[in-house]
């Protein structure tokens, strides 16, 4: 082998590996050499094995169909390896797969790249298509550099619990067969968390096979931080623990309650005359505040939930605001799996496909609809009522009455917006409404005077989702600009960004104590914040698709999340565990409300319909589950079918009427 | 390599005017443009979910363009989202139906209607827990087992809370209303309050669970009731009410409704009283019969074809009681003219001859008897006559009839015209005679035609009672014409002008005869079995010519 060969070799192995200018160097030095006199030892020139090596060298290193041999050998492997450390060995092919397909595309083999990623996407397609999606549309090096979740997936490295006895049949076989490229991947790109004794069950692979790019360390370690999910003390349910228990036994308190009942009637009755079955209702609820009463003495024995004190300074309620809140509570009716609420429902009706998001008022008296042609809508219902007695009467002549005698829109129209309106929010008294839309502003309009009040201008993005929180003043905000922002309504500035997710937030809720709010993203986790320091305080990870909607049980332990693929989950903030995913939508759930007392979920869905869960069942259970193995995870009560409605809002009254919101679409033919 | 062929990437650089493209180029492209197009397509699904949707619409696209700072591409915009169509021969080609418009239809085009606005409706889609049934919900599949027992099923781990299987599916509001409908259909006593009551189950949509009980009740009362003719009548119309309720699924109860509807059909007697006419009981049941089997006919092949054959044998069997066959014939009339043709007219000779001693009063001496066997031939004679009249009606017009003709507003045989004109010239002109006869006696054709078209919906209307004079009247053929005209005289009941065009419509109608067309035959033969009472099913505007 003559000295040339062997410089040619260096050279491109050395442009290959990216060390342009070291190349250069050594071709002008051979160069050089050439002319000059040649002082290169030759002592290689005549080593066969060496040159055996080079040329293997170089050979190998441009050679794609390694990466497919080697991973479909390994595959094979994987497959038939026993059963017992089968699906432990099968979770390392994930990570593998996909790193050889970007190592493919990193050197330029697009086609090889594609031919791979067909070949083998079937078998991690039940679990990873939406990543495998993203990724099918990689095919270039640069693509690789612009495209978010590839680089953190280069940059990271996979963690992988693994038994000691898979790791040692997986590490051997790599070194039998000598396929150093799977090696070298592996050890590149998988953490192995090796454990000694048997393999856990198949059961818990969900987090174990998600892939969640550089944060895997960090989510634990922020998991571990204190959160204190306890209701503020001296809120309005702590005082009605108070008079409550005076209510239940002295005269003044009877006497007020019934003056509550005849000031509440006459309001109910203004406020939801529109059903022309007030009087149903009011029975109803009467009934109600029997049952209530009863149920009070029972919950008290209950250990409360624990009080913490109030981060942010909170705006003052005025008396009569408070006044009416503490009489709804008092006439809560107590709902339970045996005691099911009413559902209202509200009908969008000619919408022409435009209604992006819905949102009804605390006592369902406003109901609020953010349209795509920037406007935004606010009903309100107790006029509606009085219009047309026939409201009820069907879709057909409602037009034609609500339009009635004046001609009149039912509805004040919102302008301000220039892009669709993707979310509404109101104020807890409801004289307030906020909008965020695709203009990337949000929006603060009054009911009162219909007008526009304020534009908070911050996100560069559309802004996805805006809300409330529980006492009002201030809210929170999250955009596709990957942050979410704590705004005040006095404030043209956020007053926290919250930064940290991987993509879209998607979906924003507040904690019922004010201290912390909750973000579902694109990324496919769910994060608390701490709104004081603006810091991750939990990741939840396990949905397997964009979050769209979240809920915090009233008494603020437990988190509900809602994703694409119709999942929901029930998530422990405490632990950051799920408690039981809730399978039985199957398709987008757009929205969830716990009712009042945290005793059910409630959830809307695009398969147009609105189920029912028991959520104390499922929260007890679990310590039951925890002795005696596996039960029925599924608590689903009631399915409420609508004609042809997908549901886009829910929410409980504070005296747990359910109201539900959404558009009638016609059915595809 | 990328899902974009290289062939794609020159197209469109062709298209926006680069002529020198390297194929090199075009090669290295084309991976980049199904990457961005791809992350186009991401971002638009994040547009779609955030407007709530689960259909990709053109804005969401545009949306998305927006987000990556990208010029939306305009002038897709729709309401809706886009209908593709296959194209043929491609198995994964699409293209959407996107036809080429006139200008000048545009303009001209009428303004389209304003969309309409925005509402709320507001309805009640679950009180306490339960669905109620109004049009809003949607609606009960079947009746199913109470929900209840489904969530004792399903739960089988420590925290149950066992409830015993409920006894009532049904609300107490819907018991109450069973009840009431009940009481009113036996009672007989308020026919106002009753007719009202036939109203609310024609229209009320939350009456689907007690489609069992009604049924039950029917097919109870009936057996029991066959003497009480008020309720048999009374339990028809409820029959119908349900029948016409757009909100009730009564196919799976149609097979216990039948034998109901059918027995106050064929039944040998209906009522005990003199006074029961009977006949508008059987009268209406046809009418029903015929509604369920055009409506379900489609779906349930085997009812039209049973039902038939329930009513032949009873129309066959010359055992059976006179009302039966009567009731035999209305129901097999109401079945359309092709079961009349197939089935009585192929019988009508034999059946006819049967019926004659019967119908000669001095020798049927029982007067109730000779009354019925009248009733009979009437019902043969309506159908009979209506059949020839559909057949007839879809002759050709005649080619160039004499204004004078047209008189009198013959609107309806005018208007059927185009049907006609589908028939070839030529058998127009073999027809033409025939053509005449058709649109001879105006008034009475038109009535006749006017009966075909509603009858089997119009109950209400018995429509013998438009034609008494046939229906009570006549000795079966032209021979007998002396003793018909004598019966006639006595029975005080004397179509006039189809006795004075006796002599005419024979040389007419063998002039048809010499034709030698089915139809004309079928004519015949009916003209001779009945003679002139045939005649004003048969409609004409031309009389005059032949007169």
């Known amino acids: ?669 | 390599m990328s899902i974009v062929p290289k062939e794609t990437v020159e197209v469109i650089a062709q298209s926006i005017g680069i002529t020198n493209l390297l194929p090199e180029a075009a090669l290295m492209l084309a991976p980049d443009v199904e990457y961005r197009v791809r992350e186009i397509m991401q971002e638009a699904i994040k547009c779609m979910r955030h407007s709530k949707r689960t259909t990709l619409t053109a804005s969401d696209v545009d949306g998305a363009l927006n987000l990556r700072n990208v010029e939306p591409i305009y002038g897709f915009a729709s309401g809706g989202p886009f209908r593709f169509r296959k194209a043929i021969g491609h198995r994964d080609l699409f293209y959407t139906d996107d036809r080429e418009v006139d200008f000048k239809d545009v303009i001209e085009a009428p303004l389209p209607k304003a969309p309409l606005d925005t509402e709320i409706v507001c309805h009640w889609l679950a009180i306490e827990g339960v669905q109620p049934a109004i049009p809003e919900n949607a609606p009960l599949e079947v009746i199913r087992a109470p929900a209840e027992n489904k969530i004792h099923e399903q739960k089988d781990g420590p925290p149950i809370d066992v409830r015993l299987p409920v006894k009532h599916v049904l609300s107490r509001e819907l018991q109450l209303y069973f009840q009431k409908i009940a009481e009113l259909a036996m009672s007989k006593s308020n026919p106002a309050l009753f007719k009202e009551a036939l109203v609310s189950l024609a229209s009320d949509s939350g009456l689907h669970p007690l489609v069992p009980y009604f049924t039950n009740f029917i097919a109870d009362e009936v057996s029991n009731g066959l003497k009480d003719f008020r309720l048999l009548f009374n339990l028809m119309h409820i029959v119908r009410s349900l029948l016409q309720n757009p909100h009730i699924h009564i196919e799976p109860y149609l097979h216990q409704l039948m034998p109901s509807v059918v027995t106050c059909l064929v039944s040998r007697k209906l009522g005990n009283r003199f006074a029961d006419n009977h006949w508008e009981l059987r009268d209406f049941a046809s009418n029903l019969v015929a509604l369920i089997c055009k409506r379900y006919g489609p779906v349930y092949i085997t009812l039209q074809s049973r039902l038939t054959r329930t009513l032949v044998n009873a129309l066959l069997d010359p055992k059976k009681a006179l009302t039966q066959h009567y009731g035999a014939i209305r129901g097999l009339a109401a079945l359309g003219h092709n079961i009349v043709r197939l089935l009585i007219l192929s019988n009508l000779e034999p059946y006819l001859s049967l019926l004659q001693p019967e119908l000669d009063a001095e020798k049927q001496k029982n007067q109730m008897k000779n009354y019925e066997a009248w009733r009979v031939y009437g019902a043969l004679l309506r159908a009979a006559g209506l059949c020839i009249h559909d057949r007839l009606k879809i002759f050709p017009p005649l080619p160039s009839p004499s204004p004078s003709f047209l008189h009198k507003g013959k609107g309806k045989i005018i208007n059927t015209d185009p049907h006609k004109r589908k028939l070839s010239i030529d058998s127009s002109e073999n027809q033409s005679p025939q053509k005449r006869l058709i649109t001879m006696d105006g008034p009475d054709g038109v009535q006749s035609q006017d009966q075909s078209g509603s009858a089997p919906m119009q109950v209400d209307n018995p429509v013998e009672n438009d034609n008494p004079p046939q229906n009570s009247v006549q000795p079966s053929s032209s021979e007998q014409a002396s003793d018909a005209n004598e019966s006639e005289s006595r029975n005080g009941k004397v179509k006039e002008s189809g006795r004075s065009r006796a002599i005419t419509m024979k040389a007419i109608l063998d002039q048809i005869w010499k034709d030698d067309l089915d139809s004309g035959r079928l004519l015949v033969k009916l003209h001779e079995l009945y003679g002139d009472r045939i005649l004003p099913f048969i409609p004409s505007t031309e009389m005059s010519v032949f007169l």
């Open chain 1, 1 to 669: 082998m003559d000295p040339e060969q062997i410089n040619e070799f260096v050279v491109g192995y050395l442009k290959k590996k990216g060390f342009s200018s070291a190349a250069k160097d050594l071709e002008a030095y051979h160069h050089h050499n050439n002319n000059g006199s040649s002082f290169t030892s030759t002592d290689y020139h005549n080593d066969p094995e060496l040159t055996k090596l080079i040329r293997s060298f170089s050979q190998q290193e441009d050679d794609p169909t390694r990466y497919r041999e080697g991973y479909s050998n390994l595959r094979s492997w994987a497959y038939n390896s026993l059963d017992l450390y089968k699906h432990e060995l099968l979770r390392v092919m994930y990570p593998v797969f996909i790193h050889c397909y970007m190592d493919l595309v990193g050197k330029g083999h697009t086609q090889e790249a594609r031919g791979f990623f067909n070949s083998f996407r079937r078998d991690h397609e039940m679990v990873h298509l939406r990543d495998l999606q993203k990724l099918e549309g990689v095919l270039a090096p640069s693509h690789l550099e612009e495209m978010e979740f590839a680089r953190s997936l280069r940059k990271s490295k996979v963690n992988i619990k693994i038994s000691q006895y898979s790791y040692d049949l997986l590490i051997q076989y790599l070194q039998r067969t000598k396929s150093t490229l799977m090696l070298g991947i592996i050890n590149e790109h998988i953490n192995f968390q090796v454990y000694s004794g048997q393999p856990t069950p198949s059961s818990d692979d969900i987090e174990a096979v998600t892939i969640f790019g550089s944060f895997q360390d960090t989510a634990n370690h922020i998991n571990q931080k204190e959160i204190q999910w306890g209701l503020l003390e001296d809120s309005l349910e702590d005082r009605l623990e108070k008079t409550g228990g005076l209510l239940s036994d002295s005269e003044k308190g009877q006497g007020e309650s019934k003056d509550g009942d005849a000031d509440d009637s006459k309001k109910r009755s203004t406020e939801i005359g529109k059903q022309g079955s007030s009087l149903k209702k009011l029975k109803k609820d009467k009934a109600g505040n029997a049952t209530a009463k009863v149920a009070r003495l029972e919950t008290i024995t209950v250990p409360p939930a624990p009080r913490v004190k109030p981060e942010l300074a909170l705006p003052v309620m005025s008396t009569d605001v408070e006044q009416s809140i503490l009489e709804d509570l008092r006439n809560r009716v107590q709902l339970s799996s045996v005691a099911m609420p009413s559902v209202s429902f509200y009908t969008f009706v000619n919408t022409h496909n435009g209604l992006n998001c819905s949102s009804i008022s605390h006592d369902g008296s406003l109901v609020a609809g953010g349209f795509s042609d920037s406007s935004i809508k606010v009903w309100d219902m107790a006029k509606i009522g009085q219009a047309g007695s026939g409201v009820l009467q069907g879709e057909n002549d409602t037009n034609d009455q609500i339009m009635g005698p004046n001609g009149r829109r039912s509805y004040t129209l919102l302008l301000g917006h220039s892009g669709p309106v993707y979310s509404a929010t109101f104020s807890p008294p409801g004289d307030f409404v906020l909008s965020s839309s695709a203009d990337t502003t949000i929006r603060l309009w009054s009911t009162k005077l219909n007008a526009n009040l304020v534009c908070y201008k911050g996100h560069n993005y559309p802004v996805w989702d805006v809300q409330f929180s529980p006492f009002g003043h201030y809210f929170a905000s999250c955009s596709h600009d990957r942050t979410a922002r704590i705004w005040s309504m006095d404030r043209i500035q956020p007053l926290r960004i919250m930064a940290g997710h991987l993509s879209d937030v998607d979906c924003v809720q507040w904690h019922p104590n004010c201290n912390y709010i909750a973000t579902g993203s694109s990324d496919k986790t769910v994060r608390l914040w701490d709104v004081q320091t603006g810091e991750c305080v939990r990741i939840f990870v396990g949905h397997r698709s964009m979050v769209l909607s979240l809920a915090m049980s009233p008494d603020g332990r437990y988190m509900a999340s809602g994703d694409e693929d119709g999942t929901i989950m029930m998530w422990d903030l405490s632990t950051a565990r799920c408690i039981t995913p809730l399978m039985g939508h199957n398709s987008c759930v757009w929205s969830l409300s716990y009712s009042g007392e945290g005793s059910l979920l409630a959830s809307g869905s695009a398969d147009c319909t609105v189920k029912l869960w028991d959520v104390t069942s499922s929260t007890k259970l679990t310590k039951a589950e925890a002795k005696n193995g596996n039960t029925n995870r599924l608590r689903s009560l009631r399915t409420f079918p609508t004609k042809s409605t997908p549901v886009h809002a829910l929410r409980f009254s504070r005296r747990n009427l359910l109201f539900a919101a959404g558009a009638l679409s016609k059915p595809a033919s």
